[in-house]
């Protein structure tokens, strides 16, 4: 089976820019979570759906940044305007309800200049 | 509040050799989950292992195991047999059932592991 899919993977933008980074999750699962890795923060949870539904978006930096689940086989996160300290790799994760385990895509590099 | 702790830094072992990584939590939830994860050098993170709060034994996957010591809250994760592959960083994390806490994976800062031939 396809594990959790991201595009894209690599992203260089101008500061100002709109920035959008998309997430498929495994098929079947109803949970999807975004998070966003940095040198300084680590690993930090940005907002989390269940069945398409956002349940948490708490650590959401700013309203720059904004997430969508249409679906159930699609998820977006978009940052309008981008600046350089947007720059980090964002993950996309997915699991089952009622499961524990998250796997996760392969990542986005964000580079903002 | 949850929180993970990691106070290796980084590492080096030789290979075939057996390498413990330290994970201590706080969490004012009754019931958990503790997770491994891998982040080698491509970036990507691979689920190693997982412990539940309640499981009364210890989590083993293959190579992997996690020392589980609910008293002393530490889930630290034994690596068996190092092999050059097992180079990378390793995340400790949680994940509670609080209201505020639900759905979240509080992550730890990694500890750097370098396999040596």
Redesign the interface.
């Known amino acids: 089976d396809a594990g959790v899919i991201q595009s894209p993977r690599h992203e260089v933008t101008e500061m100002g820019q709109e920035v959008t980074l998309r997430c498929k999750p495994i098929s079947g699962h109803n949970?999807l979570?975004w998070?966003r890795q940095t040198m300084m923060r680590?690993?930090?949870?940005l907002i989390?759906f269940?069945n398409n539904v956002p349940?948490?978006d708490s650590g959401m930096p700013e309203d720059r940044f904004s997430a969508k689940m249409p679906n159930a086989s699609f998820s977006t996160l978009k940052i309008q305007p981008s600046e350089p300290r947007d720059s980090a790799?964002y993950?996309c994760?997915s699991s089952l309800r009622g499961e524990?385990?998250?796997?996760?895509?392969?990542?986005t590099?964000l580079l903002v200049l | 509040a949850q929180k993970i702790t990691q106070t290796q830094p980084g590492m080096f072992v030789q290979e075939k050799e057996a390498v413990t990584l330290d994970c201590t939590y706080d969490t004012s939830d009754q019931s958990y989950g503790l997770f491994w994860y891998k982040q080698p050098s491509s970036g990507e993170m691979i689920f190693l292992i997982y412990q539940g709060s309640y499981d009364e034994q210890n989590a083993t996957e293959g190579r992997y195991s996690l020392n589980f010591q609910k008293a002393r809250k530490s889930a630290n994760l034994v690596i068996s047999a190092s092999q050059l592959g097992d180079s990378a960083m390793y995340f400790c994390a949680m994940r509670g059932t609080g209201t505020d806490s639900w759905g979240k994976l509080q992550f730890g800062a990694g500890t750097q592991v370098v396999v040596t031939p």
């Open positions: 949970s979570f998070y680590g690993l930090e949870l989390y269940n349940i948490d790799v993950f994760a524990e385990t998250q796997y996760f895509g392969p990542g590099r």
